[in-house]
T-cell receptor, first 111, second 109 residues
Framework: DVKVTQSSRYLVKRTGEKVFLECVQDMDHENMFWYRQDPGLGLRLIYFSYDVKMKEKGDIPEGYSVSREKKERFSLILESASTNQTSMYLC??????????FGPGTRLTVT | EDQVTQSPEALRLQEGESSSLNCSYTVSGLRGLFWYRQDPGKGPEFLFTLYSAGEEKEKERLKATLTKKESFLHITAPKPEDSATYLCAVQEGDYKLSFGAGTTVTVRA
């Protein structure tokens, strides 16, 4: 079974802090993704990566950056957290162009 | 413009009362249509992939079908444990998925 793990289930940070969210997958998938999910807005793609050190912007990349130094690990970085970045963050991975498998999510609250 | 529209937004069923969820899409060049189940506070769980019109997939009480413009998720004789939000997503390019807003299903015993 595919396993995607995220570093924290719940996180509380203060406005202006730098925040790191980490995601690890154990299936040797090429592609990894970061989404945020908000009530009424559904899942929105922030960034994705189709190979180590490669990244592509998704639909809402502003205020975020990513890092993929190893194939199994994909990090989402909030350079200076703001209250409008309070959300559920979901990481996913996929092999080639097939279905994506999601992690359990990190609920981030920025106060 | 929404590419993926799911209906209804919410569905309340009695245990054993079969029903269907709809996912309509407007993308051209569909690469795949995906169904996921999501429980509160958790990540989406993959259910099915459909690639071409006429294709059907089944898993326990769930059956997904695909036409050129929409997909249906049929729930046969649902049980309370089938209560969840069901998400539909379409893939148009190589990697990106566009998700619908979901249908929240509640099954009462």
């Amino acid at each position: 079974d595919v396993k995607v793990t995220q570093s924290s289930r719940y996180l509380v940070k203060r406005t202006g802090e730098k925040v790191f969210l980490e995601c690890v997958q154990d299936m040797d998938h090429e592609n990894m993704f970061w989404y945020r999910q908000d009530p009424g807005l559904g899942l929105r793609l922030i960034y994705f990566s189709y190979d180590v050190k490669m990244k592509e912007k998704g639909d809402i990349p502003e205020g975020y950056s990513v890092s993929r130094e190893k194939k199994e690990r994909f990090s989402l970085i909030l350079e200076s957290a703001s209250t409008n970045q309070t959300s559920m963050y979901l990481c996913a991975s996929s092999a080639d162009r097939y279905e994506q498998y999601f992690g359990p999510g990190t609920r981030l609250t920025v106060t | 413009e929404d590419q993926v529209t799911q209906s209804p937004e919410a569905l309340r069923l009695q245990e054993g009362e079969s029903s269907s969820l709809n996912c309509s899409y407007t993308v051209s060049g569909l690469r795949g249509l995906f169904w996921y189940r999501q429980d509160p506070g958790k990540g989406p769980e993959f259910l099915f992939t459909l690639y071409s019109a006429g294709e059907e997939k089944e898993k326990e009480r769930l059956k997904a079908t695909l036409t050129k413009k929409e997909s249906f998720l049929h729930i046969t004789a649902p049980k309370p444990e089938d209560s969840a939000t069901y998400l539909c997503a379409v893939q148009e390019g190589d990697y990106k998925l566009s998700f619908g807003a979901g249908t929240t299903v509640t099954v009462r015993a």
